[in-house]
């Protein structure tokens, strides 16, 4: 079991920047890819960024690549998504996720571990 929960959300208006951030405990974080995703009332859970177990590969959304950065810190078992440039249409919740085998994925449904999430709300 993995556990994770996620923080950094908040109010922010169009063109701010917000770090989020996810903490993770249970087994051990370095053994997992992480991901972010984010969703909004009466739509699909959509990716946004991903991050391999190393550090070394990262994946973005098109709608983000450019904007976002993902990072992790396997000592601090911590996975940030730093957002600029924000937008109103990145209102959403944001789900921080974690996947355990295979290559690190775009996919939803290939992520085994959830946060609760975190709203983040852009104002225009």
């Known amino acids: 079991q993995v556990q994770l929960v996620e923080s950094g959300g908040g109010l922010v208006q169009a063109g701010d920047s917000l770090k989020l951030s996810c903490a993770a405990s249970g087994r051990t974080f370095s053994l997992y890819h992480m991901g972010w995703f984010r969703q909004t009332p009466g739509k699909e859970r959509e990716f946004a960024a991903a991050i391999d177990w190393s550090g070394a590969i990262t994946y973005y959304a098109e709608s983000v690549k450019g904007r976002f950065t993902i990072s992790r810190d396997n000592a601090k078992n911590t996975v940030a998504l730093q957002m600029n440039s924000l937008k109103p249409k990145d209102t959403a919740v944001y789900y921080c996720?974690?996947?355990?085998?295979?290559?690190?994925?775009?996919?939803?449904?290939?992520?085994?571990?959830w946060g609760r999430g975190t709203q983040v709300t852009v104002s225009s």
């Open positions: 996720a974690a996947q355990g085998t295979g290559r690190v994925s775009t996919i939803t449904s290939e992520y085994e571990y």
